[in-house]
Structure formats: structure tokens, C-alpha cells
């Protein structure tokens, strides 16, 4: 898994418990063409291909398009991508593990580049409150499958 740049001037991570199994968060998180079905902030998101690393998508959240492309595709564990957009780099993994039929899924992003650093403290605010509403989405279209 790439790591994320600790050095990074916005970074985030958080956890969440899933009362579900492994295979069912991970069909959900990773089902790229589906997640304006269930992700209120992203809109107009397709995968490019097969889910495997170097594949890229596209999709917009807060009004900006995202370029990604996969770095790491480890199924019921781990799930990773990078994307570009308006000068931001970012770096995004998940793990995800399963404990006695319910899943813990961690999340963890770092963004840098000209307007990460110029609105440091915004940005993190902002992928701290995102982060959070996307776990809390996922648990809940994981536990409704």
C-alpha cells in the first residue's frame, strides 16, 4: 500500500465499526460506478476499467472533478488511490478488518501541493468533517445490504 506523506500539510484519518462482514463493505466501498447511489457528496463517478492497481476514474465532489487512479487493490483488506485536482495531490487508503462478523474500517488521506498549503487550516477541517460523513454513509449501505 502507498503510504500517505505524513509531511503533508492536510491530513486526516478516522475508524469506524461496520456491524457487518468484511465482503460486504467491501462490495460497497469498492463498486467505483455506484457511489453516488449511496455517497450524497460524490456525483458522476466510473471506473476506467477493471478494479486493479494503475486504473484510473473519475469522479466530483464539492464541485471538483478528481482524476484518480488505483495503487492498491487487496480484496477485503485494503483499497487505495491517489488523484489530482486544481493543484492538490492527494494520497487516500483504506484498511478494512474483520473481528467476530463485524468490520473495522480505517480511512487515511493526506492532500498537498500550492492550495493545500495556502488553506491549510480550511482544508483540514474540511477532510476531517468529509472523512467522518463518508464513513458514517458506508456503515450505513454496508448493514442495509
Known amino acids: 500500500m502507498k503510504s500517505i506523506n505524513n509531511n503533508a500539510p492536510v491530513k486526516c484519518s478516522k475508524t469506524i465499526t461496520i456491524n457487518t462482514n468484511s465482503e460486504k463493505v467491501w462490495k460497497v466501498l469498492t463498486n467505483i460506478d455506484q457511489w ?27 464541485g471538483a472533478k478528481i482524476h484518480s487512479t488505483l495503487h492498491t487493490v487487496e480484496p477485503n483488506k485494503y483499497f487505495g488511490w491517489t488523484g489530482k485536482t ?37 482544508f483540514n477541517k474540511k477532510l476531517d468533517k468529509e472523512m467522518q460523513h463518508w464513513l458514517d454513509l458506508l456503515k450505513t449501505e454496508s448493514e442495509r445490504q
Not at 36 to 62: R, Y
Not at 94 to 121: H, N, P, Q, R, Y
Open 36 to 62: 453516488a447511489m449511496w455517497q450524497t457528496d460524490i456525483s458522476k463517478p466510473k471506473l476506467n476499467g477493471q478494479l486493479q492497481p494503475e486504473t484510473g476514474f473519475v469522479w466530483k465532489t464539492g
Open 86 to 122: 486544481f493543484g492538490v495531490f492527494a494520497i487516500h487508503n483504506w484498511t478494512i478488518t474483520e473481528t467476530d462478523g463485524k468490520t473495522t474500517v480505517s480511512v487515511d488521506e493526506s492532500m498537498e501541493g500550492f492550495f493545500a498549503k495556502l488553506f491549510k487550516s480550511l
